[in-house]
């Protein structure tokens, strides 16, 4: 673990990714990377001691299964390695233990490692009503931002070569959302580019969808589903 954290501040995406989760979620550990001085407090007999503390009572423990198996064969195994474990423990629920900071424009320059090389991370956050129909739209505007990142910024710009954007939700402590558009290029370039990184986003908000990407949009989730489908992350999510 320590050389892990060591190794990370050598890093520059790692030392970006560091520097936007403490924007994101202020100094909680519980969303950061664990500090130095915190993993050599650790000692042995307390992990020993939290992994017999989280292992006592799996009574409110719910165990998904995916793959493709015989049904015969996993219940031996389930009942030989899962039921064999102590059930018993008192009632949890989770808490919210991360405060995060408010909504607000944080900009971080980090000037770090070596090579004529700069990644671009921006984050939107806001409030999320969780539901089907808006868990479609987030994945639709997930699509749309990348086809426009991939026609503006890397064939009309020419200034970075996969610019990409992820979404992401959840339900608890307060449902909400996020987007981010990431991109590396040439240090001389941040300037340009970050403003029409952020034309695109506010794009969204305010002009429709044209009928020509409302197309590869649609296409394109179409696609993915056929592909998720496939995977056993994608039902363990569903079931879950």
Known sequence: MKTVVTDRSADLRSVVEDARALALCGESVRCNVLPLAAIEQLTLPQVEQAYRQRFAGLGNATFVITGNYDPATIKDLVQRYLGNLPSGGADETWQD????????????????????RSVVQLVF??????????????????????IRLREVIREERGGSYSPYATTSFWE???????????????????????????????????????????????????????????????????LG
């Open 97 to 116: 233990a991360i405060q995060e900071p408010a909504i607000t424009r944080v900009q971080n320059d980090i000037y770090k490692g070596e090579g004529d």
């Open 125 to 146: 956050r806001g409030p999320f009503e969780p539901s089907l129909e808006n868990e479609v739209r987030l994945s639709a505007l997930e699509h749309l931002l990348n």
């Open 172 to 238: 608890h402590p307060e449902a909400g959302y996020r987007v981010g558009v990431n991109f590396t290029t040439d240090p001389k370039r941040v300037a340009e580019l970050l403003p029409v990184a952020y034309d695109l986003v506010d794009e969204l908000r305010t002009s429709p969808m044209s009928a020509a990407n409302l197309t590869k949009v649609k296409e394109q989730m179409l696609r993915s589903h056929e592909l998720a489908v496939r995977d056993n992350g994608y039902w363990q999510d569903v």
